[in-house]
């Protein structure tokens, strides 16, 4: 075995600024002319960084100044010469040691200001003095180009969610009033031409909730929809193919998987996407869409009364009804006195047959419901039934008799 078949790697671990100057020294690129300069120049900047950040009257706030600034140099000649030790060998030789440390603040501010998340809305950012505080402490550039590629792709998609924005013909600032997730806005109009209806909006969820229930019954995407970056800008062609295989490969099969209820389908997939007017005054046209037994049972209606009474009546084993009357309540409450009262059946209807953003609350209801009814339901005392009556009167809708 030959003396080369192994090699022994070699870790330097001092700051790159250090590296830089010894290679400087070594090849005669740096003068002593120059190291004497940086030494006068070092300790004002070490004192200005103390007092930004501190005191520059304690010792621990002086030697972690002495850290920063090292840092602060070390990350702007790493940066700017691409780790070539050459170049930055000349570079120190060229530049005052203060410009190189204010080029490594620099780096740290435009970090600062890139976008820390995709988001449309305005980015609550906090102080650049404590981000400064915390990153010129940080040894090597690790760190700093995980974070910066990050938000560099967090900058590219956002200009991207504001061109499909305008495709969308959705404006900027109402993108921005929203706080719109940028993905969300590429993945719609991106969802939209892989079905082929790129000249489309989505204005709300039951426009998205037809698209979706179209799409199943013809239960296939023409092979002609699937070309989707034609006229999409070079810049944004990468994320946008990104998004659409995640589509293909997460959502489609969802929507296409008729096994699943539509309202299943609309309730997993929609804060996937961007949606307007997410919060609807009137739901009854989207329950009449997504749940028929729903529809059928509830008439439409929507207000707590009626589904309480809803509720209520399948409960007792009664017929379920959104309405009932004195008469129809106090034969309810025999039924229950005799046969017991059975909420999960209720819970039941709820979980199998309510649109899945209603059923947390309408369950909430009915467990306060629930809580309260036994007391007056299950009374043998109220021999007359007003206990349960006025209860039921109180919660539910129940029709009065005429005199």
Not at 66 to 93: C, E, G
Not at 312 to 320: E, L, N, Y
Not at 362 to 389: I, K, M, R
Request: aromatic share 8%; net charge negative.
């Amino acid at each position: 075995m030959s003396d080369n078949s192994f090699q022994v790697a070699t870790v330097d671990n001092r700051p790159f600024f250090e590296s830089a100057l010894r290679y400087g020294v070594q090849h005669g690129l740096i003068t002593s002319e120059k190291i004497t300069a940086i030494e006068n120049e070092a300790p004002k900047g070490m004192v200005q960084i103390a007092e930004a950040f501190g005191s520059k009257y304690l010792r621990p706030e002086i030697d972690m100044a002495q850290k920063r600034i090292v840092n602060l140099v070390s990350l702007y000649l790493k940066q700017t010469t691409q780790s070539d030790l050459a170049l930055a060998a000349k570079m120190i030789a060229d530049n005052t040691f203060l410009t190189l440390s204010r080029g490594g603040s620099g780096l740290l501010k435009a970090l600062f200001a890139m976008p820390e998340y995709a988001l449309l809305g305005r980015e609550e950012k906090g102080r650049v003095e404590d981000f400064l505080d915390i990153w010129s402490r940080k040894d090597g550039d690790a760190d700093y180009l995980n974070v910066l590629a990050q938000r560099q792709a967090n900058a590219i998609e956002i200009a991207a969610a504001y061109w499909f924005g305008d495709q969308l013909d959705v404006s900027r600032s109402s993108l921005q009033e929203q706080d719109a997730d940028a993905g969300s806005v590429i993945r719609t109009a991106m969802l939209l031409r892989i079905l082929g209806k790129s000249d489309e909006t989505l204005v709300n969820q039951v426009e998205f909730a037809k698209l979706v229930d179209a799409v199943r019954k013809k239960g296939k995407i023409s092979k002609k929809s699937k070309d989707t970056l034609d006229t999409i800008p070079g810049d944004y062609q990468a994320i946008a193919e990104r998004i659409s295989q995640e589509i293909q490969a997460h959502d489609l099969p969802k929507i296409l998987n008729t096994a699943l209820p539509l309202d299943t389908v609309v309730f997993e997939l929609k804060d996937r996407y961007f949606i307007r007017d997410y919060e609807m005054e009137d739901t009854s046209e989207y329950d009449a869409l997504v749940s028929k037994e729903w529809t059928k049972l509830t008439k439409g209606k929507t207000d707590v009364y009626a589904l309480l009474t809803l509720f209520f009546c399948i409960a007792a084993g009664g017929t379920p009804k959104t309405v009932i009357t004195e008469a129809n309540a106090r034969t309810l409450v025999k039924k229950i006195r005799k046969d017991g009262f059975h909420p999960d059946l209720a819970i039941d209807f709820i979980n199998s047959a309510a649109p899945h953003e209603k059923q947390e609350s309408l369950l909430e209801e009915w467990a306060d419901f629930v809580q309260e009814a036994d007391t007056y339901l299950l009374d043998d005392w109220d021999n007359t039934f007003s206990g349960a009556l006025r209860f039921l009167d109180k919660h539910c809708d129940i029709e009065k008799s005429k005199k």
